[in-house]
T-cell receptor, first 112, second 113 residues
Framework: LAKTTQPISMDSYEGQEVNITCSHNNIATNDYITWYQQFPSQGPRFIIQ???TKVTNEVASLFIPADRKSSTLSLPRVSLSDTAVYYC?????????????FGAGTRLFVKA | GAVVSQHPSRVICKSGTSVKIECRSL??????MFWYRQFPKQSLMLMAT?????????EQGVEKDKFLINHASLTLSTLTVTSAHPEDSSFYIC?????????FGPGTRLTVL
């Protein structure tokens, strides 16, 4: 499983766009990039997943360059409730029992 | 999305006792489930893979005799912490894979006195 590297923490203010970059130099051809969000004392929650280029959903965008060695999670106009830990995971298809290895994650703190 | 539940949400027990934590996939079947442990301010650590109808596979360093896993049906996996000690106090989380993502349970806070 490819190892991921993210900033340990980030601070932002309400209404700003937040970009969290994840490095995954050893990503394999079959690997997808998935981001999860975790609030204190809760299980992680899926945010977005992509393979290449750009993916957008109702909560975030994921930018993946052509070499796929990194990815950037973009959170538009964050609010206080976006304060959480964000994990970038890289791995093979989730079907059939995809083993998920978590890195350290990025602790995002949104200030008023 | 799919829902994974855990029971209990929190448990306090005395040192030396055993504690069972249940993980259920409520609206889908899961032949595989995963168990994680998370200490305060740390990331999730994968403990083991629970396989329906066969033995669980444990990650390196995880004692299989201490953390008993039983995947009794396609919707239920249980983790039993045997002879719990204060150092086993942690947040235990299970997950089950869906088509494109892992669905995580809400977690169980275990406190061993």
């Amino acid at each position: 499983l490819a190892k991921t590297t993210q900033p340990i923490s980030m601070d932002s203010y309400e209404g700003q766009e937040v970009n969290i970059t994840c490095s995954h130099n050893n990503i394999a051809t079959n690997d997808y990039i998935t981001w999860y969000q975790q609030f204190p004392s809760q299980g992680p929650r899926f945010i977005i997943q992509g393979y290449k280029t750009k993916v957008t959903n109702e909560v975030a965008s994921l930018f993946i360059p052509a070499d796929r060695k990194s990815s950037t999670l973009s959170l538009p106009r964050v609010s206080l409730s976006d304060t959480a830990v964000y994990y970038c995971l890289v791995g093979d298809s989730v079907t059939g029992g995809f083993k998920t290895i978590f890195g350290a994650g990025t602790r995002l703190f949104v200030k008023a | 999305g799919a829902v994974v539940s855990q029971h209990p949400s929190r448990v306090i027990c005395k040192s030396g006792t055993s504690v069972k934590i249940e993980c259920r996939s409520l609206d889908f079947q899961a032949t595989t489930m995963f168990w994680y442990r998370q200490f305060p301010k740390q990331s999730l650590m994968l403990m083991a893979t629970s396989n329906e109808g066969s033995k669980a596979t444990y990650e390196q360093g995880v004692e299989k005799d201490k953390f008993l896993i039983n995947h009794a049906s396609l919707t239920l996996s249980t983790l039993t912490v045997t002879s719990a000690h204060p150092e086993d106090s942690s947040f235990y989380i299970c997950s089950a894979p869906g088509v494109n993502e892992q669905f995580f349970g809400p977690g169980t806070r275990l406190t061993v006195l």
